[in-house]
C-alpha cells in the first residue's frame, strides 16, 4: 500500500499505519510526521522524506526504511525491529532502547543511545557510519553501539563526555586516535578478536544495506569501551 502524507497530519497519518491489512507500506511526501509506526509489530515500512520525532517509537518487530533524515529521538524505547536510516538521525537516537536495532549511514546528533538497556535475550544495537555527538551511550545500561566514523578518518568520530554514567554494554569506536575526556569509571582498550565478534555480523549487515565495504570497514582498528565494575556509581549510594 501506498500512503501519500502531503496533507495529512500525523494523527491521521499513524492511523492508516494501524488500519492497514497489508505487510508492506510506502509512506511519500512524510514532512514532520511524528510518532510513525509507533508499537508496530509486523509491517515492512518504507519512508520518502523526512519524519518527525519518536518514529519508530515502541516498536515491537516491524522493519522501518527511511530514504532521507530523521529528527530526534527515533526508536525511543524500542523493543525489538529495526530502523534503516539513509541519511541523518537527530538527538537521542534509541533513547532507553531495549531491543532491535537502529543503523544509521550518516551522523547522529547527542545522547544517542542514553538508557539504552538488554534483558535476557533482548541485546540492542546502534550503528552509526558517521560520528555521533557528545554523551554518546549516556547511562548505558547495555547493548551495543558502534560509530565507524566513516566520514571522518584520522579523527575521534564521537564528541566528548561519551560514556558518562554507563554501567552496562559496550561501546565500539572505529578509530586511530583515542578517544577523549572519558570517565574514570569506564575502561577504554583496543578490541581484540574476542571483542570484534560481537559486532562482525551487524556490521557486515550494516555494510550490505548502505553498499559499504565490509573488508575496508574491518581494516581499520577499532576501541571497546565498558564499564569498569558492575557497580561503578555503587559508592555514591551506600555506605561502603
Avoid at 508496530?40 to 520518502?48: A, L, M, T, V
Avoid at 547522529?108 to 540492542?124: S, V
Amino acid at each position: 500500500m501506498k500512503i501519500d502524507a502531503l496533507e495529512l497530519n500525523f494523527h491521521q497519518l499513524n492511523n492508516k499505519i494501524k488500519e492497514c491489512q497489508d505487510e508492506k507500506i510506502k509512506i511519500v511526501n512524510c514532512c514532520g510526521h511524528r510518532y510513525l509506526a509507533s508499537g508496530s509489530s509486523s509491517k515492512i515500512i518504507e519512508i520518502e522524506g523526512v519524519p518527525g520525532n519518536a518514529l519508530g517509537c515502541y516498536l515491537d518487530g516491524s522493519e522501518i526504511f527511511v530514504n532521507n533524515n530523521v529528527q530526534d529521538a527515533t526508536g525511543d524505547t524500542m523493543n525489538d525491529g529495526g530502523i534503516y536510516i539513509y541519511g541523518m538521525a537527530g538527538d537521542a537516537t534509541g533513547y532507553a532502547m531495549r531491543g532491535g536495532e537502529i543503523l544509521i549511514h550518516g551522523d547522529i546528533g547527542y545522547r544517542a543511545g542514553i538508557h539504552m538497556k538488554e534483558y535476557q535475550d533482548k541485546k540492542p544495537v546502534i550503528v552509526v557510519g558517521g560520528t555521533a555527538g557528545s554523551f554518546l551511550g549516556e547511562y548505558q545500561a547495555g547493548g551495543i553501539i558502534v560509530v565507524l566514523g566513516l566520514n571522518c578518518e584520522n579523527k575521534i568520530p564521537v564528541g566528548n563526555f561519551c560514556g558518562v554514567g554507563m554501567h552496562g554494554g559496550k561501546i565500539f569506536l572505529r578509530s586511530d586516535v583515542r578517544p577523549k575526556n572519558l570517565s574514570d569509571k569506564v575502561v577504554c582498550k583496543i578490541a581484540d578478536e574476542g571483542d570484534l565478534n560481537d559486532i562482525k555480523d551487524i556490521i557486515n549487515k550494516f555494510c550490505n544495506i548502505f553498499n559499504e565495504s565490509y573488508e575496508q570497514v574491518m581494516s581499520k582498528s577499532f576501541y571497546v569501551i565498558t564499564p569498569n565494575s558492575n557497580s561503578p556509581y555503587k559508592q555514591l549510594y551506600t555506605m561502603n
